[in-house]
Nanobody
Framework: QVQIVESGGGLVQPGGSLRLSCAASGFPFSTYAMYWYRQAPGKERELVAS????????DYLDSVKGRFTISRDNAKKMVYLQMNSLKSEDTAVYYCNAGRRYWGQGTQVTVSS
């Protein structure tokens, strides 16, 4: 049974940081590219960051480049999204995705003073 569980969301002030975690199980994690998406109220879901299987190749949405960092630990079957210098426009539900196939339930990130 595939399980993808995000954690680490919350309320943070502008300029602050959060680290999202994604715990995966039930599929061969080390063979799947992993993704973080987000969806703000009234907007389409968008791809924020991706990481290939070996964790070397990453890619980011232009608006988060230099602020967000995606990483993975294949031994622990975990994916992380370190988010720094957060802005109000980063407010959204963040979803972890495996291979553009399996989705987590999402974790809310709210950036507000």
């Amino acid at each position: 049974q595939v399980q993808i569980v995000e954690s680490g969301g919350g309320l943070v002030q502008p300029g602050g940081s959060l680290r999202l975690s994604c715990a995966a199980s039930g599929f061969p994690f080390s063979t799947y590219a992993m993704y973080w998406y987000r969806q703000a109220p009234g907007k389409e879901r968008e791809l924020v960051a991706s990481i290939r299987v070996a964790g070397v190749i990453t890619d980011y949405l232009d608006s988060v480049k230099g602020r967000f960092t995606i990483s993975r630990d294949n031994a622990k079957k975990m994916v992380y999204l370190q988010m720094n210098s957060l802005k109000s426009e980063d407010t959204a539900v963040y979803y972890c995705n495996a291979g553009r196939r399996y989705w987590g339930q999402g974790t809310q990130v709210t950036v507000s003073s």
